[in-house]
T-cell receptor, first 110, second 112 residues
Framework: RKEVEQDPGPFNVPEGATVAFNCTYS??????FFWYRQDCRKEPKLLMS???SGNEDGRFTAQLNRASQYISLLIRDSKLSDSATYLC???????????FGIGTKLQVIP | EPEVTQTPSHQVTQMGQEVILRCVPI?????FYWYRQILGQKVEFLVS????????KSEIFDDQFSVERPDGSNFTLKIRSTKLEDSAMYFC??????????FGDGTRLSIL
């Protein structure tokens, strides 16, 4: 099993749609989980941290399921500007090293 | 908003030459990192640095690589003898605590 696994997509969705991405991780000792966004040939930008209780930031909701070792990201009311690659990032068990998934590409179409 | 800055934005180097990539982390951050991303592939961890020493490194970070914090603001990655497969985007990151990490806009390294 890969350390961090994501469906690379692409997910093509119309404006206004709701879209969800999942990510699975293999290290049961992982403690910190994040979603980053990466635009083409740009740096990863922190979108949100993911907590066990779930967290929401505007149109974005992240959930963590420790028992099943997966993380999800829900985007409501998709905007054209949401088009990007969404990277699932997991730590190595409380240490500084983090592992990135390959990313899920989202294309929001008018 | 404070940000991580990297120079140069693009570096072209002949195979076998040494290259130094530079980064200025966010000023109150204590942890520093280098990552690389080969075109079309995922972001890969290279090394983390804390309290003036390497704290973790990956198998990619072999003897050809070194990091340094020469003064209170800069953080550098040196590749001693570059290979074609070192061509990639190199990202520096920093964090105040162990997580989360904030990334610079990268240096594109092209080895000829």
């Amino acid at each position: 099993r890969k350390e961090v696994e994501q469906d690379p997509g692409p997910f093509n969705v119309p404006e206004g749609a709701t879209v969800a991405f999942n990510c699975t991780y293999s290290n049961s000792a992982s403690q910190s989980f994040f979603w980053y966004r990466q635009d083409c040939r740009k740096e990863p930008k922190l979108l949100m941290s993911v907590y066990s209780s779930g967290n929401e930031d505007g149109r974005f909701t992240a959930q963590l399921n420790r028992a099943s070792q997966y993380i999800s990201l829900l985007i409501r009311d998709s905007k054209l500007s949401d088009s990007a690659t969404y990277l699932c990032v997991v730590d190595s068990g409380g240490y500084q090293k983090v592992t990135f998934g390959i990313g899920t590409k989202l294309q929001v179409i008018p | 908003e404070p940000e991580v800055t990297q120079t140069p934005s693009h570096q072209v180097t002949q195979m076998g030459q040494e290259v130094i990539l530079r980064c200025v982390p966010i000023s109150n951050h204590l942890y520093f990192y280098w990552y690389r991303q080969i075109l079309g592939q995922k972001v890969e961890f290279l090394v983390s640095f804390y309290n003036n020493e390497i704290s973790e490194k990956s198998e990619i970070f072999d003897d050809q690589f070194s990091v340094e914090r020469p003064d209170g603001s800069n953080f550098t990655l040196k590749i001693r003898s570059t290979k074609l497969e070192d061509s990639a985007m190199y990202f520096c990151a920093s964090s105040e605590g162990v997580q989360p990490q904030h990334f610079g806009d990268g240096t594109r390294l092209s080895i000829l």
